[in-house]
Nanobody
């Protein structure tokens, strides 16, 4: 059974940091490009970042460039998103997914508020 399980979300003050994790199982994680996607309340999904298989190439949305860092540990079948200098507009449910959208996690809530 394919599973992507996100963790690490929570409530943080503006300017704070969080690290999201996504544990993958049931497929050959290391062979897949991976995405982080977020959905804010009342809005559609927003692509956040992509990392290629092997981890040698990363891409970011303009809204998070310079503040977020995507990484992967293929030995642990885990995807990460380090989020620094968080802003209220980063509040959303964050999902990990394969880049082609084959598989999605259930999401983890990130709330940035005083």
């Amino acid at each position: 059974e394919v599973q992507l399980v996100e963790s690490g979300g929570g409530l943080v003050q503006p300017g704070g940091s969080l690290r999201l994790s996504c544990a993958a199982s049931g497929f050959t994680f290391g062979s897949y490009d991976m995405n982080w996607v977020r959905q804010a309340p009342g809005k559609g999904p927003e692509w956040v970042s992509t990392i290629n298989s092997g981890g040698g190439s990363t891409k970011y949305a303009d809204s998070v460039e310079g503040r977020f860092t995507i990484a992967r540990d293929d030995a642990k079948n885990t995807l990460y998103l380090q989020m620094n200098s968080l802003k209220p507009e980063d509040t959303a449910v964050y999902y990990c997914a394969t880049a082609w959208g084959d598989y999605w996690g259930q999401g983890t809530q990130v709330t940035v508020s005083l």
